[in-house]
């Protein structure tokens, strides 16, 4: 994790710097800091806390120049604290750099730097190794020492470093962790990812793995492992800055889900052709690919793993093919059956998370094809899959996932309807019938967003709870993944989620008086056995909020609430089925004051193991 940004040209590094730190911060935001050379030394500012407390201590005029390095950290090694915030610095302040990732051998270089040259380190970072490994080797070309120091260094990185002997220039290296290069016109920029630089810049150099890059003001020059210079295409941004701005909403969290209904229409519509087929534009898999799967994996983390959870039921039921849905960093270490007979799928967000990156490694490696469901368009996991397929919800800021995950639900069923129509395991008319049900979802979700202020009624009356508990059957077990990972992450709310026919296996044990407990219902062929299990904790005593579709009121007997949704076939029940349970996590949030946007201990892009 953690947010880098570089810039050199002419002047003003530092605002431009400090607003590319803002838009990083979903990155990490437990601590900031900025690098400048001035007059012969590097001088160094950083302030635990969010990037409105470093602006505060960096105000004077005469700390300015047209070179500098910044980050937004999110603590790996060594608390939050000014000292452990980047960047950090050699030990005669000739060199200073800045870093996202792990170095995972740094204690090994700690001691023989330690040892061999007496540097006192200053940090409990992993990343400080890096500023005096750079020091030493330093001999008037930053290149060549930086080169040589990651030679020393192993583990995942993106390191941007610059040296008061050469004020025109940075360097900045990647292994494992995103960096992209922006093209000015009489200055450059680098970061951690494209949104640091558009207010700047619409061109980018997206940089690959092992590559090294040199900035000077008017020149970009990237060289691959072996030291040889790299011709890259240029990459064209054509989203808008604007698309990640609040809009007059409270928070991001609000707006995304609000954004629901026109992201799962574009996701929608970018794929479906006029006589409803499912256009597969830049999916290289053919029918023989399809047909000789005989075995799918979706391997995701988070929220996306709970799309996952969605996905293998729909894809199993779609395409009758075996589906495994595993969390990115077990998968990794578990051996898995995996060979070139396996549709491998990668489904991320961010398309940066490492272990959902490093699964999909392993399963290239075994010889699977790789479908990456990604929202981040050029991410590291689109560019290392087979083939992509994007979500179209635009940038998600907010830490707490929400558009990103229906419109991965949507991604799920595009994948199903696909598959179950090329193999022939589903009828032209189921085919029809889905994707109408799915063509009406945005508009289904909108109606679930005008009764927002019912279930912000239902937060205001609940938010004092200190244990939550999320219930469900088939689809909605999966989605009772989700209601409870939103509660908990940005609430801190102490919730669990579980299959409702697992209960009474002992979780049940814990249901006391006054539990609260969301109880989805919207499966039709299951709602008997739930309405049964809801029984079971209410004669315990619990507090029920029921979510069932409209018109199935039994459920109201053994609730205290219920909210509905729309009528609709099972299969797309989970996209509505979230929506008032994001809403409920965002206004309990609010009700305790809680930082919605930033939780406690998060970060928007998980680049670390
Ligand atoms: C929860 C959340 C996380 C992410 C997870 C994977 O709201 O956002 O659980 O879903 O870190 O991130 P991506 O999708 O970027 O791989």
């Known amino acids: 994790m953690c947010g880098i940004v570089g810039f050199v040209g002419s002047g003003n590094a530092k605002e431009k710097i400090i607003d590319g730190l803002k838009r990083l911060e979903y990155r990490g935001y437990d601590s900031a800091g900025i690098a400048l ?116 260094m192993r583990g995942a990185y993106a390191v941007c ?69 790299v011709k890259r295409d240029v990459f064209n941004v054509t989203w808008d800055a604007d698309a990640a701005e609040k809009e007059g909403y409270d928070h991001f969290m609000l707006k995304e889900i609000h954004e629901q209904p026109k992201g799962i229409s574009e996701t929608l519509l970018r794929r479906l052709e006029e006589d409803g087929s499912v256009n597969l534009d830049g999916i290289s898999m053919t029918k023989e690919d399809i047909e000789s799967f005989n075995k799918v994996y979706i391997v995701a983390c988070g929220t996306a793993y709970h799309a996952g959870l969605v996905g293998k039921l729909v894809i199993e039921k779609m395409a009758r093919v075996p589906v495994e849905v595993d969390i990115a960093s077990e998968f990794r270490y ?45 991410s590291s996991v689109a560019r290392e899959s087979d083939d992509v397929f994007y979500t179209w919800a635009g940038p998600e800021i907010a830490v707490a996932s929400t558009k990103a995950y229906t419109t991965q639900l949507i991604c799920m069923y595009l994948i199903g309807l696909y598959m179950g129509s090329t193999k022939g395991t589903i009828d032209k008319e189921y085919y029809n019938k889905v994707l109408d049900e799915l063509k009406a979802l945005p508009g289904k979700v909108e109606a679930i967003l005008d009764k927002e202020p019912e279930i912000e009624a239902l937060a205001k009356k609940y938010h004092r709870k200190e244990q939550v508990f999320y219930i469900g059957r088939g689809l909605d077990s999966g989605v009772s993944y989700e209601g409870s990972l939103k509660l908990k992450e940005i609430s801190y709310i102490n919730s669990f989620a579980i299959a409702a026919g697992e209960l009474k296996h002992g979780t049940i044990a814990l249901m006391e008086p006054d539990t609260l407990v969301f109880a989805l219902a919207t499966q039709d062929f299951l709602y008997e056995k739930m309405v049964s299990n809801v029984e079971e904790i209410r004669a315990r005593g619990a507090r029920i909020i029921g979510v069932s579709k409209e018109g199935k009121t039994e459920i109201e007997k053994v609730c205290d609430e219920v909210f509905y949704i729309p009528q609709c076939i099972d299969e797309v029940s989970p996209v509505l089925a979230v929506i008032p349970l994001q809403i409920f996590a965002y206004y309990v949030a609010k009700e305790r004051n809680c930082n919605i946007d930033k939780p406690k201990n998060l970060a928007k892009s998980v680049t670390v193991e």
Do not use: C
């Open 37 to 152: 050379p001035i007059d012969g030394k590097i001088e160094i500012r950083k302030h635990v806390g969010e990037i409105k407390n470093l602006e505060k201590i960096i105000g004077e005029a005469e700390f300015d120049s047209s070179i500098g390095i910044g980050h937004t950290r999110w603590a790996t090694h060594g608390a939050p604290s000014d000292v452990n915030s980047h960047p950090h610095g050699n030990m005669d302040s000739s060199i200073a750099i800045v870093h996202n990732g792990i170095i995972e051998n740094y204690q090994e270089i700690k001691e023989w730097l330690i040892k061999e040259y007496g540097i006192v380190f200053k940090s409990e970072t992993d990343s400080e190794v890096i500023a005096h490994l750079i020091g030493i080797f330093y001999d008037g070309d930053l290149l060549a020492a930086v080169n040589k120091a990651v030679e020393e």
């Open 161 to 229: 470093a610059i040296a008061a002997d050469e004020p025109d220039k940075m360097v900045a290296v990647r292994k494992d962790a995103p960096l992209v290069a922006g093209i000015g016109k009489g200055f450059n920029f680098i970061a951690s990812d494209i949104p640091a630089l558009l207010k700047y810049v619409r061109q980018v150099y997206l940089i690959e793995n092992n590559e090294t890059v040199v900035l000077t003001k008017d020149d970009i020059v990237i060289y691959n492992e072996n030291g040889d210079k």
């Open 334 to 378: 578990r051996d898995p059956f995996v060979d070139e007979n396996t549709l491998f799928i990668a489904i991320s967000q961010s398309g940066e998370t490492l272990d959902t990156l490093a699964a999909l490694r392993e399963a290239k490696r075994k010889g699977a094809r790789v479908l990456s469901v990604v929202n981040v368009v050029g």
